[in-house]
């Protein structure tokens, strides 16, 4: 990945035309579409040919990467590094109630959104609530418990008209010591649900729901984290 990321960016530009040695080179629009790790991407300028070689738009091409790009004038540095996250860590995570705003982008997705962790329910309480919901909900495995969290999420910006599938797993529970627990599948959450499609300016609010061990008093949860686990926001799982 690391090897691919670094002869892809080797080769994106900005320009279209380019003088050098007063020689003109002259760029060609390509017809061709772009895939990173098989899935179809599209960038806000088309890619162009320049001699034979192949060029895309450095800033889209690093925002569909999940890595940041940087025009440092006074170094004279295009620089390129991961996206900063200031606002939560896995060693920081935001408390109840306190609203993160996150722009993301991968291979299919790319918005910015408003989430908010309001409450969490776990244990007996939960099952409670989940038996309500469906009676044919299963407990959770032998040495472990169900959490409930109301999240908000807001879709503050998305391009192009497109819609965002908000789910349930598109959050991970991550426990005190570090473990990423499994998606949680099959179980039928209580009303409202964190489900749903949605446009640009459009919010819903609802339950997800999680698995934890029952000795495990400090997970996190965590969104909108890269391919290698790194940035995202991150949110206490307890209260």
Request: proline share 5%; hydrophobic share 40%; aromatic share 10%.
């Amino acid at each position: 990945m690391k090897k691919f990321v670094s002869g892809l960016i080797i080769g994106v530009m900005l320009s279209i035309t380019i003088v050098y040695a007063a020689v003109s080179l002259t760029a060609i629009e390509s017809l061709y579409s772009i895939t990173f790790f098989g899935a179809r991407v599209t960038l806000g300028r088309p890619a162009v040919t320049i001699n034979g070689e192949y060029y895309i738009p450095a800033k889209q091409a690093c925002d569909a990467l999940g890595i940041s790009f940087n025009v440092n004038d006074s170094a004279k540095t295009l620089e390129f590094g991961p996206k900063p996250t200031s606002q939560s860590s896995i060693s920081n995570p935001a408390e109840l109630n306190k609203p993160l705003t996150i722009s993301y982008s991968d291979f299919i997705d790319t918005y910015t959104a408003e989430v908010t962790v309001k409450n969490v329910v776990r244990g007996d309480e939960a099952w409670k609530m989940l038996l309500a919901e469906n009676k044919f909900n299963s407990p959770a495995p032998e040495g472990h418990e169900y959490i409930l969290a109301k999240i908000n999420f807001k879709l503050l910006d998305i391009p192009d008209g497109k819609a965002l599938d908000l789910n349930n797993t598109l959050f991970n529970l991550v426990s005190t010591e570090g473990r990423v627990y499994d998606t949680t599948i099959g179980v039928v959450t209580p009303e409202p649900k964190l489900e749903s499609d949605l446009y640009k300016g459009s919010s819903n609010e609802g339950w997800a729901v999680f698995i934890v061990g029952v000795d495990d008093m400090n997970p996190k949860i965590a969104f909108g984290r890269s391919y290698d686990g790194t940035g995202g926001i991150w949110f206490k799982a307890y209260k």
